[in-house]
């Protein structure tokens, strides 16, 4: 069993007449890649917001490395940061905004300023002067604070905003080799989810402040191919008529009524004759399967 | 806490702007001390040399208002050279409320600028936490302020008696005991600016509240006494009026007073600011 790092329970924050989270439960375990993926406004940064501490929940709790409350504020030596827009002094170079936060973190070790730069491919720049940044360098810099300081936990509020292709990609391999080589968790939130598809293994979908649905890759996948579905009064009859008659081993009982069939050599018009001459009641069989952006716009209610 | 204030002094240190307000403050004290007028700034043109009744009626009486009026600056400068036993440097202390226009600008880089790029989110949801962040950003305007406070006392005592002879020159230790009188009202100066920073938190409506508020509370001072009979005397804790009346041998009933009065208004400020910043949302 994974080690939890970051939990929200019942999480809720209302303004006066409306509420931006309604009881938000969200688990993320150690060395994940968190996707938190919503519409803009849906709630994403007012999460981030409340667990970084830069606004105070209404109702509910948070847990940090299984620390609450007070607790939890100490534990933000290991959490790296980057909340909404990259937002650093425009007047100081990428090196002195950084060496900056280094003298506020109370980071020793002189070399750590230069390796977050050149992660995030800014050695060349680290004398240009913050405000003569473009967005995408600025997304860069506001990536190197978060990686300053070794977090164990790096939240980021929709880092490829503003990033080239050529950027978007190098950044996802940068937080894979986080995580895979160091360890890291991340909680990456964004409104593109074929991008966050890309790099992150666990998902949760938010909307007007409510959790949709909490996700991982591999069921998402499951959720998302292409497929026959078969709707049926006897699942299991059903089941054992296909593994006999057609070899099949990938498919999914999906619950009492329906199973998905993930090998789409064979027909769905196959799939039924043979049903039926088994005397399995079929009530339907078609083929199914949807993009990633009809599966979000189908559980945020916005079906074609 | 200590971390954070390094910090700042790195970054305060990196900008122009705290060098233009140390350069303000010289500036002001300079041209005070070579034309020989206390907090004249703002007060004399050249070529149309003016002066306060103050100055007509205590330092030059031997001359009118307007052979007074009819001189060079060169020609002022020389008279007032001549007067005898005249304390220049205890005057400029006298006008030291200039200094609060110079604290504006410290208030300024030190926090509201963190608001105004938004850094101080970077701040907020790594380093430390917002009772340490006011506490480290109230340490170092305060420390700042009195510095400049301190040393505006001893470069004008030092550039009085270089820049003029010793011809207008009070002795140091008079000098200090006017600053340490002075140094509630300073110490209330920089903590009514930390109040506003924290409450407005955006460069420019800080600049918009701070810089016409003494004058507004001078107003409203004004305006109170006439309008509800308050007894003129309230006037004398108007900060202009208490930092002239405290370089001016006070009684020991009004030090008592104006201290009292400066830990107050130094304990609201600081308050509301604290207040107003715990509570909110950082955007």
């Keep these: ?304 | 806490m200590f971390n954070m204030i390094r910090a700042d002094i790195y970054r305060i240190t990196k900008s122009i702007a705290f060098y233009i307000a140390i350069g303000i403050a010289l500036i002001m004290l300079a041209s005070s001390i070579y034309i020989v007028q206390p907090g004249s700034v703002g007060q004399i043109s050249v070529g149309d040399v003016s002066t306060t009744d103050y100055m007509q009626d205590t330092i030059i009486d031997n001359m009118s208002y307007e052979e007074i009026s009819g001189l060079s600056l060169g020609d002022l400068r020389r008279e007032m050279l001549n007067i005898d036993g005249y304390a220049l440097d205890k005057d400029i202390l006298a006008s030291n409320m200039n200094l609060y226009y110079v604290f504006i600008f410290i208030a300024a880089i030190v926090i509201t600028v963190d608001f105004s790029y938004g850094s101080v989110k970077n701040t907020l949801t790594s380093a430390i936490n917002r009772n340490r962040y006011f506490a480290s950003k109230t340490l170092l305007v305060m420390g700042i302020c009195m510095l400049i406070f301190f040393m505006n006392t001893f470069i004008c005592y030092f550039g009085n008696y270089i820049i003029n002879q010793g011809k207008v020159s009070s002795d140091l230790w008079t000098l200090t005991k006017i600053s340490l009188m002075q140094l509630p009202a300073m110490i209330a100066l920089a903590s009514l600016l930390i109040g506003i920073a924290f409450t407005f938190r955006k460069t420019s409506v800080f600049n918009v509240v701070s810089i016409p508020f003494i004058m507004v509370f001078q107003l409203i001072l004004a305006a109170a006494v006439k309008i509800f009979s308050i007894d003129p005397k309230i006037a004398d804790f108007e900060f202009q009026i208490m930092i002239s009346k405290l370089s001016d041998e006070p009684s020991g009933s009004y030090i008592t007073r104006s201290f009292i009065y400066c830990a107050v208004i130094s304990a609201v400020f600081l308050g509301v600011g604290f207040t107003s910043f715990r509570k909110s949302e950082i955007k």
Aim: charged share 30%; aromatic share 8%.
């Design chain 1, 1 to 304: 069993m994974k080690e939890i790092i970051f939990q929200t329970k019942q999480l809720t924050k209302r303004y006066k007449n409306f509420t931006a989270l309604d009881r938000v439960d969200m688990t993320v375990y150690r060395e994940d890649i968190y996707g938190l993926i919503g519409r803009n406004g849906a709630g994403k940064t007012t999460v981030m917001k409340i667990v970084t501490g830069l606004a105070d929940k209404t109702q509910g709790e948070f847990e940090i490395f299984s620390k609450k409350g007070k607790e939890a504020d100490r534990e933000k030596r290991l959490i790296g940061c980057l909340i909404e827009n990259p937002s650093f002094f425009g007047g100081l170079t990428a090196y002195q905004n950084l060496k900056y936060y280094a003298l506020q973190k109370g980071i020793t070790d002189k070399e750590q300023i230069g390796r977050a730069l050149d992660l995030v491919g800014l050695t060349d720049v680290k004398n240009k002067k913050f405000r003569k940044f473009s967005l995408g360098m600025k997304q860069r810099l506001g990536i190197a604070f978060a990686m300053l300081d070794n977090p164990d936990l790096i939240i980021l509020d929709e880092p490829i905003n503003g990033l080239d292709p050529i950027g978007i990609s190098e950044l996802r391999e940068t937080f894979r080799k986080l995580n895979t080589e160091m360890g890291i968790t991340f909680i990456i939130s964004s409104h593109i989810l074929s991008e966050l598809y890309l790099v992150a293994n666990r998902f949760v979908f938010i909307d007007r402040g409510v959790v949709l649905k909490e996700i991982s890759k591999e069921e998402l996948d499951l959720e998302c191919m292409r497929c026959i579905a078969v709707k049926t009064n006897d699942i299991k009859g059903a089941s054992v008529v296909l593994e006999k008659e057609f070899g099949i081993s990938r498919y999914k009982i999906i619950d009492k009524e329906e199973l998905r069939i993930y090998q789409t050599e064979i027909s769905a018009q196959e799939i039924n004759k043979t049903l039926i001459k088994n005397d399995i009641g079929v009530s339907s069989v078609y083929e199914t399967g949807i993009s990633l952006e009809d599966y979000f716009k189908s559980l945020v209610g916005e079906e074609k």
